[in-house]
């Protein structure tokens, strides 16, 4: 059973474009809310990370909003670059040691 | 600091074989983990250690045993390799002040 479900499985946007991704869960006890970046060939490397109190963080840009009553939480990346290209991973925890991962979204930005 | 590093980077076993994966990480994190990665599957939480000589299961840890001697290294053994043990195996560390987990590199291992 996937804990945290994730779409699209894969993504193509034009340079400058925004890329958008979805990831939903149920369990209500989940307080953390990491999204991983991974290239080729590495490990996943933490982007951006939200907890339940709040409803959009942003860090450059990456935004996550979030949506508690829905149990919805999204990924935007504004101005996306072909530097972006990459398979991200949105992921959930209640406690921090259980990290449960979405199935990952294969970003592609077309220069 | 090397942070979190993984050998081998990539591995063939026969079915049936015997290997143990060495992760070891510099940062004196107390916690330490192993995902294996499939694909369209994300990662899957094998086994995770809050600690030396502390270890327990996540969510698919048959076929699979850690051990947790030093703070530094958290080794994976597969007993009998089997073909469903086909995928990429990530260690990860965190502090316990913190949720971030740290990723190695990966080991890729076929077994065939």
């Known amino acids: 059973q996937q804990q945290v479900k994730q779409s699209p499985q894969s993504l193509i946007v034009q340079k400058g474009g925004i890329s958008i991704i979805n990831c939903a869960y149920e369990n209500t006890a989940f307080d953390y809310f990491p999204w991983y970046q991974q290239f080729p060939g590495k490990g996943p490397a933490l982007l951006i990370a939200i907890r339940p109190d709040v409803s959009e963080k942003k860090e450059g840009r990456f935004t996550i909003s979030f949506n508690k009553s829905a149990k919805q939480f999204s990924l935007h990346i504004m101005d996306s670059q072909p530097g972006d290209s990459a398979t991200y991973f949105c992921a959930a925890t209640a406690g921090a040691n259980n990290l449960f991962f979405g199935t990952g979204t294969r970003l592609t930005v077309i220069p | 600091n090397a942070g979190v590093t993984q050998t081998p980077k990539f591995r063939i076993l026969k079915i049936g074989q015997s290997m143990t994966l060495q992760c070891a990480q510099d940062m004196n994190h107390n916690y330490m983990y192993w995902y294996r990665q499939d694909p369209g599957m994300g990662l899957k939480l094998i086994y995770y250690?809050?600690?030396?000589?502390?270890?327990d299961k996540g969510e698919v840890p048959n076929g699979y045993n850690v051990s947790r001697s030093t703070t530094e290294d958290f080794p994976l053994r597969l007993e009998l390799a089997a073909p469903s043990q086909t995928s990429v195996y990530f260690c990860?560390?965190?502090?316990?002040?913190?949720?971030?987990?740290?990723f190695g590199p990966g080991t890729r291992l076929l077994v065939l």
């Open positions: 250690s809050v600690g030396a000589g502390i270890t």
């Open positions: 990860a560390s965190r502090t316990g002040l913190a949720e971030t987990q740290y």
